[in-house]
């Protein structure tokens, strides 16, 4: 016998057996969840020793000239069209005119290829068009970007024949069919597996096969005005007409709303958002088998196909408005501090100011990071489903971070509702992006670890699926092979991680990077932890770190960061290493490092096994958390950095809407641009202690070109700061207004009550909710 074999029969078997009942196994639902997409740099993070030569070498992501033509034109004219508050207030809605345009355009093809009249955009494009969309009117961009995301143009373009492909991608391309998906229903949130939306196989009254549908759905965006539902349902094949089992699975397929049996609900009102949203149902509605996206190939392939699309979309659309929404703090804060005053002294002065400021353009420059990388890698053809979950929750989070900030500095000018308030839209729909797409509660506990260490770890899923193979041998051959990979991966981890920590990171590799070579040996110091600590914990642990939600979120947290903080890095050498911006990464990686060392601690301080913990304290963590986060100079540079006119605000806010100056946005920087060609002879004065400058005039100091542009800036600061107000009548006028408003000229449809699908004449099968299927 040889030694392998030896091994495997008499060393390996043993733990065989005992990791069979210790470590978490994969339910359909979960395989599939997990083998969606692929993995990228998270992988390299999960090793420890992460090859930064992957990363520095992926192409950035750039536009082509065709898409930004795109952007300088018809995204321009459509964000020029745009009024954000008789949209929210009074129409409701998008004007006919904006529905119009993004259909003549193709906006809603962005990214379906021109060969079916697409544009065929890139990652990096479809990004760029949400974002600057954003920073006009989130109705606007959330109308845009749905097409483009998860639903029928996605799934067509992905897993439709080849009949379907030419029928309705042209066809949703050039707006003659507006799409929505029909996921969420009142029995299954997060845990969409769970639906009772069902689907029983028939023999048509023409002799086909057919489908009998019956659903509740809610939260549908762009339900209430679209012409072809895409639905995912459970279907059932009672009679075995498709020759195999009665249970199929979730099934995805395309409905036509004008069938027979199809009732589109009133609207949803989304945190007062007025995208177009609500519930729909269907009551014993028929349709052929040739409406199965992907045809009757693809029954029961439902909730793979989902997933495969969200592991690319998911990094897209709701990153991409965070990245704008974060950014538009900057370009709108930065301003409003330095114009408006308390004390004689411009508020972007005092520090508690500063602290804010300097978070809100940490933010932006981090989130923006993370959206060029995320977009360079799905432009390179990667589908990294750990990191579109992480870039979600990571970014809608900081979106809500740096929103609140931007409210506080504004104080009673963000809010005031009203024409001249321009943020009081932006923060009331941060709640829509936190709970979208995979709620971040959800996202952070379940998902980003406890999907990520099991899909990007180097060998724990190849054990995982070695230990569930149902030939016995097959898997203990397979399970031996990887098994003692992993325990010399593991000896090598424990190795590097402690002497990387004890010695500061002084014995990581990096790469030459300049100013910022001192940040890769931190982040290769973590990078060995998380991996350490990871594996540590499975052992230990085994399959009940999936109930351990508190414990995976915390790990969770640890990759999320690692990753933006990567962007960032990125980011700097991308931009040529720009001395100007270094204040910003430094702020960046020194607030991450300083999160990454509490969440450490917090995680050894709660170890099942406060041994386990101890030992990983002495090895990671020898003197506790020592990292401090950015110091107050740093903060004070970032907060100067953003208040005033120069390269690095500019880069931070590239990309966004201003208006003219009559609007409120376009005022402010008007405003601000004033304030800052005044500057010079407010300090002269100052010098001479005269604070108000009309003091200077009587006394004759000053030219009449002075007087006048003081004037007029003080004119324009004034405009800013003011505040909209309304009488009784304007008020009540326009709430009659807004509950009379039709739903996008669709003629007003009966009032629907909340209800379950009606009773349907087929044999029904079990449909009690089923366990979760969303992985931990």
Not at 357 to 375: E, F, Q, S, W
Not at 393 to 414: C, I, L, P, W, Y
Not at 430 to 438: A, D, K, R, S
Not at 670 to 687: E, G, N, S
């Amino acid at each position: 016998m040889s030694v392998s074999s030896l091994r495997r029969d008499f060393v390996t078997r043993p733990i065989f057996q005992w990791a069979k009942t210790a470590m978490p196994t994969l339910s359909a639902t979960e395989r599939d969840a997990i083998e969606a997409g692929d993995v990228w740099w998270d992988a390299e993070l999960f090793t420890g020793n992460p090859d930064w030569a992957v990363l520095l070498n992926t192409p950035p992501a750039t536009l082509s000239d065709q898409e930004q033509a795109f952007l300088d034109g018809p995204v321009n004219e459509l964000c020029a069209m745009l009024d954000d508050w008789k949209i929210n207030w009074e129409l409701m809605d998008l004007p006919p005119e904006a529905w119009a345009f993004l259909k003549d355009k193709r906006f809603f093809g962005m990214i379906i290829p021109k060969a079916y009249g697409g544009l065929g955009f890139s990652a990096y494009a479809h990004s760029s068009v949400v974002r600057k969309i954003s920073s006009r009117s989130v109705t606007a961009a959330v109308t845009a970007m749905v097409p483009n995301s998860l639903g029928p143009g996605e799934l067509i373009l992905r897993f439709g024949t080849k009949a379907q492909q030419d029928y309705w991608l042209p066809r949703l391309a050039d707006g003659t069919e507006i799409p929505a998906f029909g996921l969420t229903s009142p029995e299954a949130g997060s845990d969409a597996a769970s639906m009772i939306d069902h689907g029983v196989v028939i023999r048509g009254e023409d002799g086909q096969l057919a489908i009998k549908l019956n659903w509740h759905k809610r939260y549908i965006t762009l339900g209430p005005v679209c012409t072809v539902l895409g639905l995912a349902f459970k279907l059932f094949d009672p009679e075995h007409l498709l020759g195999g089992q009665e249970e199929i699975g979730i099934t995805c397929a395309l409905v036509p709303t004008d069938t027979k049996g199809v009732e589109i609900g009133r609207r949803h009102l989304p945190a007062m958002q007025v995208f177009q949203n609500g519930p729909n149902f269907g009551h014993d509605v028929v349709i052929s088998m040739d409406l199965v996206i992907g045809g009757a190939a693809r029954v029961g392939q439902g909730w793979k196909m989902l997933m495969t699309a969200l592991a690319a979309g998911r990094g897209i659309s709701l990153p991409s408005q965070s990245a704008s929404a974060a950014a538009y703090s900057v370009l709108t804060t930065g301003a409003y501090a330095r114009v408006s005053s308390q004390f004689n002294v411009s508020v972007s002065k005092f520090e508690g100011i500063q602290e804010r400021l300097a978070r809100i353009a940490g933010n932006a420059y981090l989130l923006d990071a993370a959206r060029r990388l995320t977009c360079a890698a799905l432009d390179q053809g990667h589908h990294p489903s750990v990191i579109s979950a992480l870039m979600k929750q990571g970014a809608t989070e900081r979106m809500r971070e740096s929103v609140n900030d931007a409210m506080d500095v504004h104080a009673g000018k963000a809010v005031i509702d009203g024409p001249m308030n321009y943020l009081g839209t932006v923060y009331r729909s941060v709640p829509v992006g936190i709970t979208v797409e995979g709620a971040n509660i959800l996202t952070r506990s379940l998902m980003i670890f406890g999907q990520g260490a099991i899909r990007s770890h180097p060998y724990l899923l190849k054990e995982i699926l070695a230990l569930g193979d149902a030939n016995r041998e097959r898997g203990l051959d397979a399970f031996d092979q990887q098994f003692w990979k992993h325990v010399v991966h593991s000896i090598a981890t424990a190795l590097r991680a402690a002497g990387r920590s004890w010695s500061g990171g002084m014995l990581t590799p990096v790469p030459a990077a300049g100013r910022a070579t001192q940040f890769y040996a931190k982040m290769g110091q973590y990078s060995a932890a998380f991996a350490l600590t990871s594996d540590i914990a499975f052992l230990t642990i085994g399959g009940a770190l999936k109930r351990m939600e508190i414990l995976s979120g915390r790990l969770g947290d640890i990759l999320s960061e690692l990753y933006f903080l990567s962007a960032a890095l990125k980011r700097f050498e991308d931009e040529g290493r720009q001395d100007e911006d270094f204040p910003l990464l430094d702020y960046v990686m020194k607030t991450g490092f300083a999160k990454i060392e509490q969440t450490f601690d917090l995680v050894f301080a709660n170890m099942p096994s406060p041994v386990v913990g101890v030992l990983l304290r002495a090895a990671i963590l020898p003197l506790g958390p020592l990292a401090r986060g950015p110091s107050d100079k740093t903060v004070r540079q970032c907060a100067d950095l953003i208040t005033a006119p120069c390269a690095t605000r500019d880069r931070l806010v590239e990309g966004l809407f201003v208006g003219g100056k009559e609007e409120a946005v376009g005022g402010l920087i008007d405003a601000f641009d004033q304030v800052i060609a005044t500057q010079p002879i407010h300090d002269r004065l100052r010098k001479l202690h005269i604070r108000d400058w009309r003091t200077a005039e009587k006394k004759g100091m000053l030219t009449p070109g002075e007087v006048e542009a003081l004037k007029a800036a003080d004119t324009a600061v004034a405009k800013v700061i003011a505040v909209d107000d309304f009488s009784l009548e304007e008020l009540t006028q326009r709430h009659v207004a807004s509950t009379q408003t039709p739903v996008a000229g669709k003629p007003e449809k009966a009032k629907t009550v909340a209800k379950a699908p009606a009773e349907s004449s087929e044999p029904q099968p079990n449909l009690e909710p089923q366990p979760t299927a969303v992985l931990h």
